[in-house]
């Protein structure tokens, strides 16, 4: 009696065909999205009246660093600022005055990412050390006598914030992960891998919970993540190339982001599909960061052609152009009462527009 044989199937096999059955589920699940997608925002907006707003000035530059300004962000009073860079340093600065109030010097160079605490007690740093370093501010000591080492990685550190509270504290790294750390006992807290790259990017969403946030890595993917579950609930991968720059709208039910591909892109959470592309043919130049306007009306983008500019967030035509560095703008961020916007340059200065 001849025995019966089964035929069992190669992992390569198994894995080619899962592949092809995700592709094609893909596939079926972008021509569901076509079919809602039965009018544009650009269409609907032209009906509204354009944005006739002037170039915005520069009112102060804040001269100090000795290398490449990296990072800033403005400190909850919309008066300070506190800025990292490539010489191994972090300033606190006062924006009114141009004053350097306090300089900290790293354990390293090429310092990547600075954020204020919530509450303007502290600023975190990291960079090319694979750390994020908390400094208390106030006080009588030094803020480097103070120091709290919170977050350590496996590669750099290319972003961190205050997820709305000082005791906690979201970092993300070129090990393609990011997580989320206890302030106080240096404990990981989460650890959100889904990244094929580098994470390059993070933003808040503008929630009191504080439970939600967003990425962008070098594996050209804009994620959403649930800082409870530790899982992304969200992707998009509409992007040419690494996504650089990633921001809420305020009203939390939409995101730009911003790519090396020269071009920002919206994206509604609701529909779950980009619904907007700012770009013109002659930027061809990579996009550093993007920052919304209070109302959201306006996105404002900085690139590696020394200039920044503000979009009409609802037409995708630009308003509004900053020019006057003499490199890359490599950040850029809006004050606590939407009043002025702070870039950060390659040309180791940082400038306040009004």
């Known amino acids: 009696m001849a025995a019966d044989t089964a035929v069992v199937a190669s992992p390569e096999e198994t894995l080619e065909s899962l592949l092809r059955e995700a592709e094609a589920l893909k596939q079926k699940l972008e021509e569901e999205r076509q079919k809602l997608n039965d009018v544009t925002l650009i269409s609907v907006a032209e009906r509204l009246e354009p944005l006739n707003i002037p170039n915005l000035k520069m009112r102060r530059t804040l001269k100090g660093h000795q290398a490449k300004v990296l990072c800033c962000d403005w400190a909850p009073d919309k008066r300070h600022l506190v800025s990292s860079s490539q010489d191994g340093k972090l300033i606190i600065w006062d924006a009114f005055s141009t004053a350097k109030e306090v300089t900290i010097p790293m354990p390293s160079t090429w310092v990547m990412a600075c954020a204020y605490a919530p509450s303007g007690g502290a600023v975190a740093a990291g960079g090319l050390d694979n750390k994020v370093t908390v400094f208390p501010l106030g006080g009588d000591e030094e803020p480097a006598s103070r120091k709290r080492t919170v977050a350590t990685h496996t590669s750099y550190v290319s972003a961190c914030l205050f997820p709305n509270s000082d005791r906690q504290l979201v970092t993300g790294s070129g090990d393609g992960t ?22 390059l990017a993070l933003d808040l969403a503008p929630t009191d919970l504080g439970d939600t946030f967003v990425s962008g890595g070098g594996d050209r993917a804009v994620l959403v993540w649930d800082m409870r579950s530790g899982h992304a609930v969200q992707a998009f991968d509409a ?75 609802l037409r995708a035509t630009r308003v509004s152009i900053m020019s006057g560095h003499e490199h890359r703008v490599s950040h850029l961020t809006l004050s606590p009462d939407g009043t002025a916007v702070a870039t950060a340059s390659w040309d180791t200065t940082l400038r306040v527009w009004a």
């Open 178 to 199: 990011a997580a989320l750390w206890d302030v106080e006992s240096g404990q990981l807290l989460q650890s959100f891998q889904a990244h094929a790259a580098d994470v």
């Open 239 to 313: 992007h040419l190339s690494d996504v650089t720059a990633v921001k809420y709208h305020p009203a939390g039910d939409a995101l730009a982001s911003g790519c090396d591909d020269s071009a920002c892109r919206l994206f509604d959470l609701r529909a779950d599909r980009e619904v907007a592309r700012y770009g013109k043919p002659s930027l061809i130049f990579g996009v550093t960061s993007v920052e919304w306007s209070l109302s959201g009306r306006l996105l404002f983008a900085g690139y590696g052609d020394y200039t920044a500019c503000a979009w009409d967030a």
